[in-house]
């Protein structure tokens, strides 16, 4: 079995911690470096949901996109949420290592794993990593569809093929319009806008758009936005990872055991659709 320093220099290599933003709070969390790894879970959130499902499973290591502690910390008290994962953790001795924006501009990263869930075409990168010669890293992905299809229809294959939460798949635009091109960013996406209408696509799929960006964007172009939950655009990432975590336990013979948590952690839990509209006074009809 490999040890967690083995492992995690496998995690490095593939997702330099080097490439992270500078605000980011990536690398590993708590763990021993020489205890032995035998099985590896990977999810999107440090919660305490996924440290218990790690327990139950028997993991030596969570694997998670988004930091425990992004901001820093004066204390890791169980009596606190976050120390409480802390606390889970080390008892049962599991390891926690994060891969955050190191992985938005891999290559493949969060985004090539948010197309593939999609059945689409990459192209390039939305962003490109000027530090990149073969032009593949950077953030977001552009994308052709197979076929041309309507904004409903490819909202409907969206919301049919990324995990399902309560937000569903929210759209800005003409539901007839045909899109035969995309751009696609896992998690927040609405600080591209310039980029995307410079790509010149059809619409672009990301998450966690507010209203005053939306509003603008849809006033300065036709741009067709398709708004998913955040968890629901980074969670097929955790599948990429995991298979390419088992193509290095193959070649290196670590017999690793990979698991990708099903565990929902979008913090949003229900969904009520609006019934009524507006007078012209304001009141509710």
């Given at each position: 079995m490999p040890r967690l320093s083995e492992v995690i220099a496998a995690l490095d290599?593939?997702?330099?911690?080097?490439?992270?933003?500078?605000?980011?709070?990536?690398?590993?969390?708590?763990?021993?470096?020489?205890a032995e790894v035998t099985r590896v879970l990977f999810a999107v959130d440090p919660v305490q949901e996924i440290a218990d499902e790690a327990v139950k499973l028997g993991a030596d290591l969570i694997v998670t996109h988004h930091p425990l502690y992004l901001r820093g910390t004066t204390t890791v008290e169980a009596g606190t949420f976050k120390g409480r994962?802390?606390?889970?953790?080390?008892?049962?001795?599991?390891?926690?290592?994060?891969?955050?924006?190191?992985?938005?501009?891999?290559?493949?990263?969060?985004?090539?794993?948010?197309?593939?869930?999609?059945?689409?075409?990459i192209t390039g990168p939305l962003v490109p990593d000027p530090s990149d010669p073969a032009g593949r890293r950077g953030l977001g992905r552009i994308c052709e569809l197979d076929h041309p299809e309507t904004l409903r229809e490819f909202a409907a294959r969206a919301a049919a093929r990324l995990p399902r939460t309560a937000q569903g798949v929210r759209v800005a635009g003409d539901p007839d319009a045909v899109i035969r091109t995309v751009a696609v960013s896992g998690g927040s996406g609405d600080s591209l806008f310039d980029q995307v209408r410079a790509a010149g696509v059809d619409a672009f799929l990301t998450a966690d758009l507010r209203h005053h960006p939306v509003s603008e964007a849809r006033e300065?172009?036709?741009?067709?936005?398709?708004?998913?939950?955040?968890?629901?655009?980074?969670?097929?990432?955790?599948?990429?990872?995991?298979?390419?975590?088992?193509?290095?336990s193959e070649r290196h013979g670590w017999g690793l055991r990979t698991h990708v948590s099903r565990t929902v952690t979008d913090p949003w839990t229900a969904h009520a659709p609006s019934v009524s509209t507006p007078s012209i006074s304001g009141a509710p009809n």
């Amino acid at each position: 079995m490999p040890r967690l320093s083995e492992v995690i220099a496998a995690l490095d290599a593939l997702w330099p911690p080097s490439r992270a933003e500078q605000w980011d709070a990536v690398g590993t969390v708590c763990g021993d470096p020489d205890a032995e790894v035998t099985r590896v879970l990977f999810a999107v959130d440090p919660v305490q949901e996924i440290a218990d499902e790690a327990v139950k499973l028997g993991a030596d290591l969570i694997v998670t996109h988004h930091p425990l502690y992004l901001r820093g910390t004066t204390t890791v008290e169980a009596g606190t949420f976050k120390g409480r994962v802390v606390h889970t953790l080390i008892k049962n001795d599991i390891a926690l290592h994060v891969a955050h924006t190191n992985v938005d501009s891999a290559d493949p990263g969060v985004s090539d794993a948010l197309a593939g869930a999609l059945d689409l075409r990459i192209t390039g990168p939305l962003v490109p990593d000027p530090s990149d010669p073969a032009g593949r890293r950077g953030l977001g992905r552009i994308c052709e569809l197979d076929h041309p299809e309507t904004l409903r229809e490819f909202a409907a294959r969206a919301a049919a093929r990324l995990p399902r939460t309560a937000q569903g798949v929210r759209v800005a635009g003409d539901p007839d319009a045909v899109i035969r091109t995309v751009a696609v960013s896992g998690g927040s996406g609405d600080s591209l806008f310039d980029q995307v209408r410079a790509a010149g696509v059809d619409a672009f799929l990301t998450a966690d758009l507010r209203h005053h960006p939306v509003s603008e964007a849809r006033e300065q172009s036709p741009l067709a936005l398709v708004d998913a939950a955040h968890w629901a655009t980074e969670w097929p990432w955790c599948e990429q990872a995991a298979a390419q975590l088992d193509a290095i336990s193959e070649r290196h013979g670590w017999g690793l055991r990979t698991h990708v948590s099903r565990t929902v952690t979008d913090p949003w839990t229900a969904h009520a659709p609006s019934v009524s509209t507006p007078s012209i006074s304001g009141a509710p009809n």
